[in-house]
């Protein structure tokens, strides 16, 4: 009896909290003292529901004098910018002609690839598409943990042993 009076109080106040009238949980814990809610919320809210989600885009075969700057002006023209970068060469802090632009929902995205995708600026016809998820499989270049050789010592790239 307790325990439906309290599980009650709290659907109550997070009714009040949430402006729901049955908002949806779970009681992970129930004891004399204490109550143990799931941290995961579920509350139905009703009416119709946007799906506004960023969108990023890559941004390719950009003039080496284009700076972040530029990026976030010339995509601001298709909606708001949430970010816009150019990379840069670690070593010699050069643009490597690319770039990343995040826009504010896939809308904007949308529009903004369909109007720049194969635009001339700076004399480069700009390479614009909606980014690929990073592959987290390790850095590229350079040699493998095993060189090769005998006893670990020299001899060629990446896992060539003999």
């Not at 504010?104 to 700076?122: C, F, H, P, R």
Request: hydrophobic share 35%; glycine share 16%; net charge neutral.
């Amino acid at each position: 009896m307790v325990r439906e009076q309290v599980l009650i109080g709290i659907e109550v106040a997070l009714a009040v909290f949430f402006e729901h009238p049955k908002p949806t949980f779970v009681a992970n814990r129930f004891s004399a003292k204490t109550i143990s809610l799931d941290t995961s919320l579920s509350v139905p809210c009703g009416g119709k529901v946007t799906n506004i989600m960023a969108m990023k885009l890559y941004v390719g075969n950009i003039s080496f004098n284009t700076s972040s700057n530029d990026l976030q002006s010339m995509f601001a023209a298709y909606g708001p910018v949430l970010s816009a970068s150019v990379i840069e060469d670690r070593e010699t802090g050069r643009s490597r002609g690319f770039g990343f632009v995040e826009m504010e929902s896939t809308s904007d995205g949308a529009t903004a690839i369909e109007q720049l995708n194969g635009k001339e600026v700076d004399g480069r016809s700009l390479k614009v598409n909606e980014a690929k998820p990073r592959d987290n499989a390790g850095g590229g270049g350079g040699r493998g943990s095993n060189r090769g050789g005998k006893s670990g010592y020299g001899g060629g790239y990446g896992g060539s042993s003999w």
